[in-house]
């Protein structure tokens, strides 16, 4: 065979098998459809549940790997499709309801992402995240283990790095009686609303919110009694009127004998009138 002719049927073949390496070696591609189909699949039902505290942002902190790294090649409305067909039932009534007129198959990805943030998330004031905390008891039938993993997690979720005087607050409001319910939440609104204006907040300023109510409230009962016994005055005295009563007695030389009886009579209060009975 011919030196040159055997030179190409060797340099034919050497490229034959580069390509074939290089195909053997470069990873499968899945299309589109091919792709959804796998990461429905891994992908798990979102269900808000905040007792368990099961937000969106921690069912999307969970699966947002498989929409930008596994499904990165997927288009826009694919997407969309897939978040949406992982929502639970009510939670899609839900957002649907809230975002009409607007079709969520038309919403863009981030842009539906953080509406269903808004929507599904805990609304819970601070104060109230940490009362709760600082309240949650372990069952007889619980491991203790997993009620340590429990308190690990409200603790985080309600940003227990108190100061002095935010832990102050909190003993003062969770150690109310059962009774103060109203009182409690006079002080629980004065911490949230100075909160969110970025005040720093003090137990003497929560008593004296707190004191301040209570005196309202006094006084308020007070003038309620006040009117009650000035009404009870205006009722007009009654005075006793004479009745006669008579019987009849054998032994008398007349037929019947009458005897004067002082009584305080039936009288009946109709508006402005008097009905004596």
């Known amino acids: 065979m011919d030196a040159k002719v055997l030179e190409k049927l060797l340099k034919a073949q050497q490229e034959h098998f580069e390509k074939m390496l ?14 959804y189909s796998k990461l429905v699949g891994m992908i798990g039902e979102f269900v808000f549940d905040l007792t368990s505290g099961m937000t969106f942002e921690s069912w999307l902190g969970r699966h947002r790997s498989y929409f930008e790294e596994e499904g990165k090649t997927l288009p826009e409305s694919s997407k969309v ?59 007889a039938l619980q491991d203790i283990v997993e009620f340590g993993n429990v308190v690990n997690a ?58 301040a109510y209570m005196a309202n409230k006094s006084e308020a009962l007070y003038l309620v009694k006040e009117k009650m016994s000035e009404v009870k005055k205006e009722v007009p005295e009654v005075n006793t009127v004479e009745k006669v009563k008579c019987w009849k007695d054998s032994e008398s030389e007349n037929e019947s004998e009458c005897k004067k009886v002082w009584t305080k009579p039936n009288v009946k209060y109709q508006q402005n009138t008097i009905e004596i009975l």
Do not use: W
Request: net charge neutral; glycine share 2%; charged share 35%.
């Open 22 to 35: 290089v195909r053997l070696l470069k990873p499968s591609e899945m299309n589109d459809t091919e792709l």
């Open 81 to 139: 499709r897939l978040l949406l067909s992982k929502l639970g039932p009510e939670e899609y009534a839900q957002i649907e309801r809230k975002m009409l007129p607007t079709k969520l198959s038309e919403m863009k990805f981030d842009e539906l992402c953080n509406e269903l943030v808004k929507e599904f998330s805990d609304h819970r004031s601070k104060l109230l995240k940490r009362f709760e905390a600082l309240n949650v008891k372990c069952s």
């Open 154 to 211: 409200q603790c985080e979720r309600a940003e227990m790095a108190l100061s002095i005087e935010e832990l102050k607050i909190l003993i003062f409001i969770s150690g109310m009686p059962s009774d103060a319910t109203s009182v409690r939440q006079v002080a629980m609104k004065s911490v949230e609303n100075k909160s969110e204006k970025g005040h720093t907040v003090t137990l003497k300023e929560v008593i004296e919110e707190c004191r």
